[in-house]
């Protein structure tokens, strides 16, 4: 059996990206530990029984150049939640900036939101929660 765990989030720093998902987001730290005296293997994930994501300090100019273009100015990740209201209305009160309105899909209602580095994220209120809520 396989099943994805981490996917690299490249950064410009370790302490201000955990501040960020951490902090602001309520991602789940769930490792931080020192490799060399500038490189650190931290781990966040937005609830521990889902993928997460190592969050990498840029080290080359290349991976620099990297930090929120990962995707190319696509959508770079996917989040799911149960109540998309309540999500931007607790993020937006934390400075999370989105990008217009919640809309509706086939698959449910999403909004695109945008971190400290300019990736852009998804957040899914998919359809199957909102049905066996009640909500429209």
Do not use: C
């Amino acid at each position: 059996m396989l099943h994805l765990d981490l996917v690299t989030i490249v950064v410009d720093d370790y302490d201000r990206a955990i501040d960020f998902y951490v902090g602001i987001l309520g991602f789940v730290l769930t490792e931080d530990s020192k490799l060399t005296t500038d490189k650190r293997w931290v781990v966040i994930r937005p609830s521990l029984d889902s993928a997460g994501f190592l969050i990498a300090k840029a080290a080359k100019t290349e991976q620099a150049a990297a930090i929120g273009r990962q995707a190319g100015g696509r959508v770079s990740f996917f989040l799911h939640t149960d109540n998309i209201d309540e999500q931007l209305q607790l993020w937006s009160s934390r400075g999370v900036q989105f990008e217009g309105t919640p809309r509706a899909e086939s698959y449910g209602r999403v909004v695109v939101f945008v971190d400290i580095y300019g990736n852009r994220w998804d957040l899914i209120e998919p359809q199957s929660t909102r049905v066996a809520d009640g909500s429209d």
